[in-house]
């Protein structure tokens, strides 16, 4: 087997080939898009660059044919629980089930990361943001999301063969629109509603600059800080929203405000993947005419929860339920009258939560309130380098 050091566009594009040779023949694999992968790996693209460095490899065999990749990176703002030092990241991994090509791809990750002066690696993670790229789909092999990590069931086996632990679960909840929720959350609404205090609003696309500015005011208190999530600035989140614009839905999209400031969010996409799925990784010029098409031609049956959050101090007040049935207005033309809640035609079929760490107990528990499922669970591995130190698992957060 020969381990290349990826350093060429040509092996760049092979990087790429990898995922899609070992899932070719799986239904329900969803080729990401190939700017997406190359974007983690561009130093003018990606800003961890600016407090780590990353390397990528290819495996091949002895007859010349890629058999395997990964990625190993070193990140100073990298922000992970527990005791074990300074902890690096291995990610993009995949493999022939092979115990001794994953062994291979795994010590080059582990022999660089030793050089770098880390402790442990966790992976598979992203160079970059946790909300993409991030844990090993273990359980639910369903079509995946929209850049999320999706994998054949074996590689289980491999990282914990190899001396991976699970350091904490990932958990996406997902639910029918059409179904009622429990009796607790009208209840909660009503008796906010009744409050001239509250009100809400959906995102519009017309006048994003006034709804960047209030979620950021309202994700700063809810989530920086909270789980190695950082503040984010007014700027950043315009252009973020401004970059999702072609495919938002502005039906989806809902900010809470009390004597109009904005205390809780909760921000969707429709299920985007169910259109990239055509385009085969592609999104040059043609293919976003094509996706425009496949978008209006194509109906897409389920959104995609991103971030949904209260301020603390309005924490535990049904806040939450009052935001999810505001919401319900127009996802499932809920109509309100004389104190009954009654259901219409809902716009999606389904709704599936990014993920939620088990270590997040609150989260679950809301998420679990609202009647769903576990649609799927990812996990993050630990691999410690001194083989003799006790294991622990993510801290539970109070």
């Known amino acids: 087997m020969n381990l290349i050091e990826v350093n060429t566009p040509a092996l760049a594009k092979d990087f790429i080939q990898v995922n899609v040779l070992v899932n070719q023949n799986d239904p329900n694999y969803i080729r990401p898009l190939d700017k997406d992968i190359n974007d983690v790996f561009d130093k003018e693209k990606n800003k961890t660059f600016r407090s780590g460095e990353a390397i990528r490899w290819v495996l091949r065999n002895s007859q010349g044919q890629l058999i395997g990749r990964i990625a190993a990176f070193v990140n100073k703002k990298y922000k992970s629980k527990g005791d074990d030092g300074p902890v690096g990241g291995m990610g993009f991994f995949d493999c022939i089930n092979d115990p001794a090509a994953a062994s291979l791809l795994l010590d080059a990750a582990k022999n660089w990361l030793t050089g770098k002066g880390m402790t442990a690696m966790d992976g598979p993670i992203n160079f970059g943001e946790r909300d993409t790229w991030w844990g090993l ?41 059409g179904s009622r929720i429990q009796e607790k959350f009208y209840e909660r609404h009503a008796a906010l509603a009744k409050d001239p205090n509250y009100s809400s609003d959906n995102i519009k696309t017309n006048n994003l600059p006034k709804y960047a500015k209030d979620f950021t005011i309202a994700y700063n208190k809810a989530w920086a800080g909270h789980g190695g999530l950082k ?31 904005p205390i809780g969010i909760w921000v969707n996409l429709p299920d985007l993947n169910q259109w990239f799925k055509y385009l085969n990784g592609k999104f040059g010029l043609l293919d976003k005419l094509k996706f425009l098409w496949y978008k209006k031609t194509k109906p897409c049956d389920k959104f995609v929860g991103l971030v949904f959050g209260i301020v603390p101090e309005f924490q535990g007040k049904g806040v939450d339920a009052y935001m999810i049935i505001e919401g319900c207005r127009l996802i499932q033309n809920l109509k309100i009258e004389n104190g009954k809640y009654e259901l219409g035609k809902p716009i999606y079929d389904h709704f599936e939560m990014q993920w939620i760490g088990e270590f997040n107990p609150k989260m679950i528990n809301v998420a679990e309130s609202l009647g769903t499922h576990r649609s799927r669970m990812l996990t993050t591995y630990r691999y410690q380098f001194d083989r003799e130190k006790e294991f622990k698992a993510h801290p539970i957060l109070g």
């Open 137 to 177: 789909l273990v359980k639910g092999f369903e079509p995946p999301l929209y850049r999320m990590n999706y994998n054949p069931a074996y590689y289980k086996d491999l990282l914990e063969g190899y001396g991976f632990q699970p350091f904490f679960n990932q958990i996406c909840f997902s639910l029918n629109v």
């Open 231 to 261: 503040q984010l600035d007014e700027r950043t989140v315009l252009k973020m929203f401004q970059s999702m614009k072609a495919v938002m839905d502005e039906r989806v999209n809902w900010i809470i405000y009390y004597k109009n400031e």
